[in-house]
T-cell receptor, first 116, second 110 residues
């Protein structure tokens, strides 16, 4: 099956620093990837749609200047949390649609971000 | 805007029982439906999908779809403690973007 990886799996950083999270499709090409955020005991919240070769599409309420997304190749999308603050601490998950219908989502393992 | 509703639970069932998880959706035009399982601290994994009205069985899992009533359910037979997780219902939308329900927490106790 399709495999999506994320790196790092967890990161702890100081307030004010920037953190980059990578999402890779290992055995398929993904022109589209999705970035989600999940707070404890809450559902997935779609942050943005990452499009290869073009600008990301952000969901309402998500600051595009704070959450920088770059989809430079067909197998890699990156999310950079700039000037991170404790309220940005969350579980960040990427996914890519795969399959004939394009509707099945394969998720990366997630990145646990803790901002001190 | 598409809406997907799930009871957050928790749903608690004894080991060996049938767990029934339900999901309702707002968009009558929705054609496909997905169930994901998410263990605590992990990302979701796909366990079932269904496109047609009726039942679809895969091992201990059965998905049931009723488009007229706009609900989709997931039955887990012979529930095991390892089935304890949050189950997310998802309905794909335009540009492959799915809408997820808030998820139902299932607890299977020995």
């Amino acid at each position: 099956g399709a495999v999506v990886s994320q790196h790092p799996s967890w990161v702890i950083c100081k307030s004010g620093t920037s953190v980059k999270i990578e999402c890779r499709s290992l055995d398929f090409q993904a022109t589209t990837m999705f970035w989600y955020r999940q707070f404890p005991k809450q559902s997935l919240m779609l942050m943005a749609t990452s499009n290869e070769g073009s600008k990301a599409t952000y969901e309402q309420g998500v600051e595009k200047d704070k959450f920088l997304i770059n989809h430079a190749s067909l197998t890699l999308s990156t999310l950079t949390v700039t000037s991170a603050h404790p309220e940005d601490s969350s579980f960040y998950i990427c996914s890519a649609p795969v399959g004939g219908t394009g509707n099945e989502q394969f998720f990366g393992p997630g990145t646990r971000l803790t901002v001190l | 805007q598409k809406e997907v509703e799930q009871n957050s639970g928790p749903l608690s069932v004894p080991e060996g029982a049938i767990a029934s998880l339900n999901c309702t959706y707002s968009d009558r035009g929705s054609q496909s439906f997905f169930w994901y399982r998410q263990y605590s601290g992990k990302s979701p994994e796909l366990i079932m999908f269904i496109y047609s009205n009726g039942d679809k069985e895969d091992g201990r899992f059965t998905a049931q779809l009723n488009k007229a009533s706009q609900y989709v359910s997931l039955l887990i037979r012979d529930s095991q403690p390892s089935d304890s997780a949050t189950y997310l219902c998802a309905v794909p939308g335009g540009s492959y973007i799915p809408t997820f329900g808030r998820g139902t927490s299932l607890i299977v106790h020995p």
